[in-house]
T-cell receptor
Framework: QKEVEQNSGPLSVPEGAIASLNCTYS??????FFWYRQYSGKSPELIMS????GDKEDGRFTAQLNKASQYVSLLIRDSQPSDSATYLC????????????FGQGTTLQVKP | DADVTQTPRNRITKTGKRIMLECSQT?????MYWYRQDPGLGLRLIYY???????NKGEISDGYSVSRQAQAKFSLSLESAIPNQTALYFC??????????????FGPGTRLTVT
């Protein structure tokens, strides 16, 4: 099992809909979780961090963490064509190594 | 000005050539990282450095070397470039003194092509 798994997609949603992106991880002791957005040919941009079970909202973005089930999700409300990008989930490996393990990313397409 | 810069942004080189990619940051972060990204393989860690005297191999360090010249500068070298090193290379930084010590911030990337 990969340490961080995401469905590669593409996930296609109509403009204005809710996009739901999911990520599962294998390390039960992970405490920090990150979502990055990457436009084609550009660098990853940190958009959300979550450390506690439950929901964390930031504008149109909501991160949801369920440590018992070992998954973290990202909801994008009122999706816009400008949200079309690849979304990377990242989790630190066991031990305070300062590293991140990245999933392969889910490509989101928001159609006008 | 960007907090993390990379030079060059694009480079085409020939097999066997030595090439250096440079990364500079003004964020004041101690930790710096080099990744490569290939289609379908995601981001893979090449080397990372927690301070000027602490340099560590990542998961794919073979064929690469690094130099941490200062807190703000971290260079990646390909000693003898080969075509399968064609990829997008990213530098990143993080700050262990902050509450969110694992957050990493990326430079704009270098697109390297080895012919």
């Amino acid at each position: 099992q990969k340490e961080v798994e995401q469905n590669s997609g593409p996930l296609s949603v109509p403009e204005g809909a809710i996009a739901s992106l999911n990520c599962t991880y294998s390390d039960r002791v992970s405490q920090s979780f990150f979502w990055y957005r990457q436009y084609s040919g550009k660098s990853p941009e940190l958009i959300m961090s979550i450390y506690s079970n439950g929901d964390k909202e930031d504008g149109r973005f909501t991160a949801q963490l369920n440590k018992a089930s070992q998954y973290v999700s990202l909801l994008i409300r009122d999706s816009q064509p400008s949200d079309s990008a690849t979304y990377l989930c990242a989790v630190p490996p066991t031990g305070n190594t300062g590293k991140l393990i990245f999933g392969q990313g889910t490509t989101l397409q928001v159609k006008p | 000005d960007a907090d993390v810069t990379q030079t060059p942004r694009n480079r085409i080189t020939k097999t066997g050539k030595r090439i250096m990619l440079e990364c500079s940051q003004t964020k004041g972060h101690d930790r710096m990282y080099w990744y490569r990204q290939d289609p379908g393989l995601g981001l893979r860690l090449i080397y990372y450095s927690f301070d000027v005297k602490d340099i560590n191999k990542g998961e794919i360090s073979d064929g690469y070397s690094v130099s941490r010249q200062a807190q703000a500068k971290f260079s990646l070298s390909l000693e003898s470039a080969i075509p399968n090193q064609t990829a997008l290379y990213f530098c990143a930084t993080s700050d262990p003194t902050g509450g969110e010590s694992y957050e990493q911030y990326f430079g704009p990337g270098t697109r390297l092509t080895v012919t």
